[in-house]
């Protein structure tokens, strides 16, 4: 099995930084596209960026120029630096991977991390 475990989630103000990191770990055969989604209080989850194996990427309109999803391969990790952060960025942001394991491809969720912007 794989297990992702996300970091870095926390209180920030409006206009702050933060960066999120995902680790995957367990019996990884190749991870295909990774990702991160958010689910906003009261709301239903929506995707923020994702990022190929081979280093595409895909932003939400509202994160574009403010967010960038980055990988390491050799580590099995994924990062969302997030920058000039707004209240309505406010959500438990989700990790996502998608896991070749050499029979299907299978959908691995973290279990989130709580990012709060508020004065």
């Known amino acids: 099995q794989v297990q992702l475990v996300e970091s870095g989630g926390g209180l920030v103000e409006p206009g702050g930084s933060l960066r999120l990191s995902c680790a995957a770990s367990g019996s990884i055969f190749r991870l295909e596209t990774m990702g991160w989604y958010r689910q906003p209080p009261g709301k239903q989850r929506e995707l923020v960026a994702t990022?190929?194996?081979?280093?595409?990427?895909n932003y939400a309109d509202s994160v574009k120029g403010r967010f960038t999803i980055s990988r390491d391969s050799s580590k099995n990790t994924v990062s969302l630096q997030m920058n000039s952060l707004k209240p309505e960025d406010t959500a438990v942001y989700l990790c996502?991977?998608?896991?070749?394991?050499?029979?299907?491809?299978?959908?691995?969720w973290g279990r989130g991390t709580q990012v709060t912007v508020s004065s």
């Open positions: 990022i190929t194996s081979g280093g595409s990427t």
């Open positions: 996502l991977a998608k896991h070749n394991n050499q029979v299907v491809i299978e959908s691995i």
